[in-house]
C-alpha cells in the first residue's frame, strides 16, 4: 500500500470523563511478536566509587546500549529506492567518475563542476554546490575523493530538502487538483496513476476531462476511469472551463473527497492556451470560491533545463502547489530538480522512474540524492 498523500485528521470530541474502576487492571496494549523484547536483567547496584557513565537527558541517564537503533526501511520503499537508482545510473555514473582519483586538487573540483553542468543542474546550484564542498572539505580536512562525494551528498540533499511536501487530503471537500504539463510530459498517465493510490487509501475521485484540444485525450482519461472504477465528467468538444465547472460542482453534491482537472497540454509560449489555463482556474473558483486547492505541474525529467523554464512560466501564470517529475529513468539529466529547488523552489510531490504504476512515488531528497551519486 502506497501512502501518497495525509488525510486531515477529523477533530475528535473529548469523552466525558468517568470514574476509574476499582479493582480491574489496565489491559495492556496489543504488541506484535516481533517486536517483543527480551527482559532486561535487573540491575545491580555499582560500587560506590565508580562514576557514572552516559548522557544525562533530564533526571534519567541513558546508557549508549540504551539508545534505539533507526528504524529499517520498509521493503516496499526500498524497491522503489531500487528502482530510483537504476533509472539515475546515466546520471550518477557520469558524476561518480570525478571521485575515482586519488587526491583533492583543482583537477577534482574541474571535473565536479563540468559533470554537474552536463547532469542539468544548472549553473547557480552548480556553484553552489560546488562552494559547500569546498567549504566542507577545508573545515574537515578531508583528503580522500571519497570523502569529497559523501559530502556533496549531504550538500545535494539539504539544497532537495526544501522540495520535500506531503499532499494533504480532506482539508476541503472536496479537495480540487487542477493539472497542467506540455505534451508529452506524461500528465494524462500520472492522473490515472495517482487517481489508482488515492482509491487504494479510501479516497473517492471524480475526474474532469477538460483536456478537450486533444482528440485521444478524453479516451485516455476514461480508460484510466474505468481501471481505477472512478467517476468522470466529459464533453465531447465542450469548452474546458465548463466542463471544468461541471465537475467541480458534481464533486461537491456527491461528496466526493477530490477532483482532480486534467488540462490540455501546451507550451508557455502558447500565450491563447495559457490564458485557457488561467481561466479555467477563475470558473473553477465560481464552482468552490477556495478552489483549486492544488496546481500540479507534469514536467519529464528528460527535458533538463527546459523543465525549470516549464515551472518558471506556469508557475507566474498559475501560481503553481507542486510538481509531478516524470521519466527520470535513464536519463543523464537528473541533476535538473537542484536547479529547481535553488531557482524555483515549488514542491516536488511525486517522480516517476517508468511506465507502471509502482514507479511513480512520494519524493525524498535524501533518498533522491543517494540514488543521484550511487
Same mark, same amino acid.
Given at each position: 500500500?502506497?501512502? =501518497?498523500?495525509?488525510?486531515?485528521?477529523?477533530?475528535?470530541?473529548? &469523552? *466525558? #470523563? +468517568? !470514574?476509574? %474502576? @476499582?479493582? $480491574? /487492571?489496565?489491559?495492556?496494549? =496489543?504488541?506484535?511478536?516481533?517486536?517483543?523484547?527480551?527482559?532486561? &536483567? *535487573? #540491575? +545491580? !547496584?555499582? %560500587? @560506590?566509587? $565508580? /562514576?557514572?557513565?552516559?548522557?544525562?537527558?533530564?533526571?534519567?541517564?541513558?546508557?549508549?546500549?540504551?539508545?534505539?537503533?533507526? !528504524?529499517?526501511? @520498509?521493503?516496499?520503499?526500498?524497491?522503489?529506492?531500487?528502482?530510483?537508482?537504476?533509472?539515475?545510473?546515466?546520471?550518477?555514473?557520469?558524476?561518480?567518475?570525478?571521485?575515482?582519483?586519488?587526491?583533492?586538487?583543482?583537477?577534482?573540483?574541474?571535473?565536479?563542476?563540468?559533470?554537474?553542468?552536463?547532469?542539468?543542474?544548472?549553473?547557480?546550484?552548480?556553484?553552489?554546490?560546488?562552494?559547500?564542498?569546498?567549504?566542507?572539505?577545508?573545515?574537515?580536512?578531508?583528503?580522500?575523493?571519497?570523502?569529497?562525494?559523501?559530502?556533496?551528498?549531504?550538500?545535494?540533499?539539504?539544497?532537495?530538502?526544501?522540495?520535500?511536501?506531503?499532499?494533504?487530503?480532506?482539508?476541503?471537500?472536496?479537495?480540487?487538483?487542477?493539472?497542467?504539463?506540455?505534451?508529452?510530459?506524461?500528465?494524462?498517465?500520472?492522473?490515472?496513476?495517482?487517481?489508482?493510490?488515492?482509491?487504494?487509501?479510501?479516497?473517492?475521485?471524480?475526474?474532469?476531462?477538460?483536456?478537450?484540444?486533444?482528440?485521444?485525450?478524453?479516451?485516455?482519461?476514461?480508460?484510466?476511469?474505468?481501471?481505477?472504477?472512478?467517476?468522470?465528467?466529459?464533453?465531447?468538444?465542450?469548452?474546458?472551463?465548463?466542463?471544468?465547472?461541471?465537475?467541480?460542482?458534481?464533486?461537491?453534491?456527491?461528496?466526493?473527497?477530490?477532483?482532480?482537472?486534467?488540462?490540455?497540454?501546451?507550451?508557455?509560449?502558447?500565450?491563447?492556451?495559457?490564458?485557457?489555463?488561467?481561466?479555467?482556474?477563475?470558473?473553477?473558483?465560481?464552482?468552490?470560491?477556495?478552489?483549486?486547492?492544488?496546481?500540479?505541474?507534469?514536467?519529464?525529467?528528460?527535458?533538463?533545463?527546459?523543465?525549470?523554464?516549464?515551472?518558471?512560466?506556469?508557475?507566474?501564470?498559475?501560481?503553481?502547489?507542486?510538481?509531478?517529475?516524470?521519466?527520470?529513468?535513464?536519463?543523464?539529466?537528473?541533476?535538473?530538480?537542484?536547479?529547481?529547488?535553488?531557482?524555483?523552489?515549488?514542491?516536488?510531490?511525486?517522480?516517476?522512474?517508468?511506465?507502471?504504476?509502482?514507479?511513480?512515488?512520494?519524493?525524498?531528497?535524501?533518498?533522491?540524492?543517494?540514488?543521484?551519486?550511487?
Amino acid at each position: 500500500m502506497f501512502s =501518497f498523500f495525509r488525510r486531515k485528521p477529523a477533530p475528535t470530541p473529548s &469523552p *466525558a #470523563p +468517568t !470514574a476509574a %474502576p @476499582a479493582v $480491574a /487492571p489496565e489491559i495492556p496494549a =496489543f504488541v506484535a511478536p516481533t517486536q517483543l523484547q527480551p527482559a532486561a &536483567p *535487573a #540491575p +545491580t !547496584a555499582p %560500587p @560506590a566509587a $565508580a /562514576p557514572a557513565t552516559g548522557s544525562l537527558i533530564g533526571s534519567a541517564l541513558v546508557r549508549p546500549m540504551d539508545i534505539p537503533t533507526p !528504524a529499517p526501511v @520498509a521493503p516496499e520503499r526500498q524497491r522503489w529506492v531500487d528502482r530510483l537508482s537504476a533509472g539515475l545510473r546515466k546520471t550518477g555514473s557520469n558524476i561518480a567518475q570525478v571521485f575515482t582519483g586519488g587526491q583533492i586538487d583543482d583537477h577534482l573540483y574541474e571535473e565536479l563542476e563540468s559533470a554537474l553542468l552536463m547532469a542539468d543542474t544548472g549553473v547557480k546550484a552548480t556553484q553552489h554546490l560546488l562552494d559547500e564542498v569546498k567549504r566542507k572539505v577545508a573545515s574537515t580536512g578531508a583528503t580522500r575523493p571519497v570523502q569529497v562525494k559523501n559530502i556533496l551528498h549531504e550538500a545535494l540533499a539539504q539544497l532537495l530538502k526544501p522540495l520535500e511536501k506531503a499532499l494533504v487530503i480532506g482539508a476541503q471537500q472536496p479537495t480540487v487538483i487542477m493539472v497542467a504539463g506540455v505534451n508529452g510530459a506524461g500528465k494524462t498517465t500520472s492522473i490515472g496513476k495517482l487517481t489508482k493510490h488515492l482509491a487504494d487509501e479510501g479516497a473517492s475521485v471524480l475526474l474532469a476531462a477538460a483536456d478537450t484540444f486533444r482528440a485521444a485525450a478524453r479516451e485516455q482519461l476514461a480508460i484510466w476511469a474505468d481501471r481505477n472504477t472512478v467517476e468522470i465528467v466529459s464533453q465531447e468538444g465542450g469548452d474546458p472551463a465548463a466542463v471544468s465547472f461541471d465537475a467541480v460542482s458534481a464533486g461537491r453534491a456527491r461528496g466526493k473527497d477530490v477532483v482532480i482537472v486534467d488540462t490540455a497540454g501546451r507550451l508557455p509560449t502558447q500565450l491563447h492556451l495559457m490564458e485557457e489555463l488561467r481561466k479555467i482556474k477563475r470558473v473553477v473558483q465560481k464552482a468552490q470560491a477556495d478552489a483549486p486547492h492544488e496546481v500540479l505541474l507534469v514536467i519529464d525529467g528528460n527535458t533538463g533545463q527546459n523543465a525549470l523554464a516549464q515551472v518558471k512560466a506556469f508557475d507566474a501564470a498559475l501560481q503553481l502547489t507542486g510538481l509531478i517529475v516524470t521519466k527520470l529513468d535513464g536519463t543523464a539529466k537528473g541533476g535538473v530538480l537542484a536547479a529547481i529547488a535553488q531557482e524555483q523552489p515549488v514542491p516536488v510531490y511525486f517522480i516517476g522512474v517508468g511506465e507502471k504504476l509502482e514507479d511513480l512515488e512520494t519524493f525524498d531528497a535524501r533518498e533522491f540524492a543517494q540514488a543521484l551519486l550511487g
